[in-house]
């Protein structure tokens, strides 16, 4: 993408002013989509995004710019700014000496999705309209999208560091609408990979469809959510952002720096159940949260953060590690060459419990059962978390009976994971997702267990 | 300190360059062929300081194009983030080749111009185009100092100055041809207090088209009281109520509301208000209109993504559905005219539908006033979830909530850990009062205090 050479003077550009550290994150991306709706391809879309973002630090302060031109001349006048930005004085000249490190690849691609005819692509999104539609005449609108991403990746800085990547991405995004005498409902399913398009081999697109159509028509009949605190019982591999919320967040390390976490000082400590065990892991192959370096360079890794409730330690990256005196821990993210890094998830997950998924719901007299979670958010310093029931149901004498209409569960992260009291032995991943920090989305990944929450707030208004 | 240019990087103000890199692309449409470009650039600083530091400072540059062409009804687009000759060439090239790909659809097509004058507003000013780096690094270090002092429990988890500018310029093979440059800039704090092993957060914020707008005391005083006023809160018992919902909290609602008279979402069968023009479905003293040429409104504008002028809409008059927001396309196909809604979110994208900048017509009487008359309720300071828990769709509502009882007329303890629900058909019928107290803020709709009745409360 650019010269080494290049990079090293760019570098050496960034430190004249007597920085402590200088870094250059370059990326070219280039992305296609494909959106039905309405029966009808609206529109095929190929885009292109290629930059680099300079980052310069002296002391505690941070300057950061960017830059759309990656010649010697851009890249030299984005340092010289990102420079000034963090400081005044004048340092002198100081050159790095970089060494390239092995790139790791988590997966192994066979067929970049960029090689495949923009019409495989739109007919993948005609089977998925099919599909979702032919699944019951309840099913009157389909709205679909098909997205695919190649991010090359060169990250270099003053310590030496040189590392690249080379990130594919698949997405596919289906949402239904039912209608009937109680109005309208919706479902939606979703999968993504970091993957290539060999993968459609095995991936069952039309059956994602189907389970979205599924979802919408059961909602006819869904009656009020209850409202107030019962044991919530979330089914294998659709929960992981109750994790994501309720205590994620909460163990990363800029929060926890600031003291403003409910997890901050508690290392050592049980946070929570004895049942728990919780890992942020960017390693694994084709997960949607997968990288091979970070956004920072550093090597993903698997880091394990709660060991049977007991809190472990905390997710990194290059500021907070440096402020602390250790290694970064893979988890220095950024949205693009536009942003900069942060402390962020990659692939989060509650390891496999010993209960039987059917005993935990018959061990339940009664409650709710959540089959597919929506979105959440959390504010860390309290603790307190939210997150949406898409497909939800009663849980009467031990047995799911009755769908329920949407709403929000609330919790408290520290209290929630206390009260986890049955985790089942039935570990799946769940659906992609999209978490936002301080207005930056990064891909992230989240699994878990069959589990059982003892008391949880279902937001709903039936009493 | 070496001073960072922040605006915009063209040194003419006409908009001669985007417009001609514009034309440019227009000018190549073959017959038959419709061409829109949309090129945009822009630049945004934002200083962070934290404990008397700058802990960041960024400054960072954007520009780029997005390419719609449209052919036999069949639409295709492509973007990139640069404004380089030989990418807009391969830009172009890659939206015809995708137009290959489109749905014929008898509806498709860029908008015309229509007529409609445009309403001048001032959405530029060389005085924050100007304003020296050094200033904007004090004003973030006097509103972190400002909250510090607002009250002894309170931490600050960090202090912001930030500002944005930018140009963009839209042409079509349909005549359609506008520029508009626009910028503005922000304070905001976000800030812990802390009694006990307790901690409690909150956030103030000032917007201004100038630095001289930004009101920082009120800014570090909202953020301490939102912080403060929660220190003690408990899980309250689940219960029906009157809720008061404080201006922040009705302009997120408000939002909502707007998807759901969204022209694209009808003409698709996705709002559950699409067939309910000329039904009563609020109280007769409800009015909620859309008005971008109101110069009050953070988001006020001249002209819409499409390039047509901004104008005002009632879309809810006396408490009677009036009108859905179009851009050409949802109109074209309602068998109505665009009501300048379309809305574009930068070059990566073609222009949706969207309100542009919202408002209840507003009563009379302040939040106090409207608490005084309620014996038994709730005033909600925050919500949380809105994207999970509401769904625009079935109308279900269902939001995390944060704020303080209402006992007697009088706010009383504060409360946490619980969900206000009810569904958005009913919450619009429901609506007992509007308050005075309307408040222009950084969102495209401005808060007011509503009271809104029977709102189911859960908690323990």
Known sequence: MIDHDVVERTIAEALRTGADFAEVYAEDKRNTSVALDDGRIE??????????????????????????????????????????????????VRTVALSASAAHRPNTIATYPEDIAKAAKVELMQRVDEAARSFGSEIVQVSAGYGDSRKRVLVVNSDGLLADDDVVRLLVRISAVASGDTGMQTGFQSMGRTVGWESFDEIDVEGLARDAARQAIVKLKARPAPSGAMPVVIKNGTGGVLFHEACGHGLEADHVQKGASVYAGKLGELVASPLVTLVD?????????????????????????????????????????????????????????????????????????????????????????????????????????????????????????????????????????????????????????????????????????????????????AS | MTDLATGPTSDRADGAELLAIADRVVAQAKTGEQIEAFVSRGGDTEVRVYQGEVEHFVSAQAEGIGIRVIRDGRTGFAYAGTLQESAIAEVLAEARDNVEFGTADEWAGLAEPDGVAATDQTLWNDELADFPTDRKIELAMELERLSVAADSRLRIDEANYADAAGEAAVATTTGIRQWGRENGCYVSVSTLADDGDETQTGFGFSVGRTPEALDLARAAREGADRATRLLGATKPASQRTTVVLDPFVTAQFLSIIASTLNGEAVVKGRSLFKDRLGDEVAPSFVTLVDDPTNPLAYTATDVDGEGLAARRNPLIEGGVLRKFTHNSYSARRAGTVSTGNAVRGGFAGTPGVGALALSLVPGTRTQAELVADIDDGLLVQSVSGIHSGVNPISGDFSTGAAGLMIRNGAVAEPVREFTIASTLQRMLLDIA??????DWLPMRAAGVSLVVRDVTMSGS
């Open chain 1, 43 to 92: 529109q095929v879309t190929s885009g292109r995004d290629r930059g680099a973002g300079i980052r310069v630090i002296k002391g505690d302060t941070t300057g950061f710019a960017h830059t759309s031109d990656l010649s010697e001349s851009g890249l030299a006048e984005a340092a010289r700014a990102a420079a000034a930005a963090a400081s005044q004085g004048d340092g002198g």
């Open chain 1, 281 to 461: 892991d960017g390693t694994m192959a084709t997960e949607w949260g997968t990288l091979g370096i970070d956004d920072e360079g550093h090597t993903t890794r698997r880091n394990v953060l709660i060991e049977d409730g007991v809190l472990v330690d905390y997710m990194w990256d290059h500021i907070r590690a440096r402020k602390d005196g250790r290694e970064p821990s893979g988890n220095g993210r950024r949205q693009s060459y536009m942003h900069l890094p942060m402390v962020r998830m990659t692939n989060t997950y509650v390891m496999n419990g010993e209960s039987d998924p059917d005993d935990i719901v018959a061990q339940t007299e009664s409650g709710v059962y959540v089959a597919h979670l929506g979105g959440g958010s959390v504010n860390t310093a309290t603790g307190d978390f939210v997150f949406g029931m898409n497909e939800a149901y009663l849980i009467e004498n031990g047995e799911i009976t009755e769908p329920l209409r949407e709403g929000n569960l609330i919790g408290n992260g520290p209290q929630v994971l206390r009260d986890i009291d049955l985790l089942g032995n039935d570990f799946a991943m769940g659906n992609p997702g999209t978490c936002g920090k301080d207005g930056q989305g990064v891909p992230v990944g989240d699994g878990q267990p069959t589990l059982r929450v003892k008391s949880l707030t279902i937001g709903g208004t």
């Open chain 2, 433 to 438: 009062e509007v308050g005075g107290d309307i």
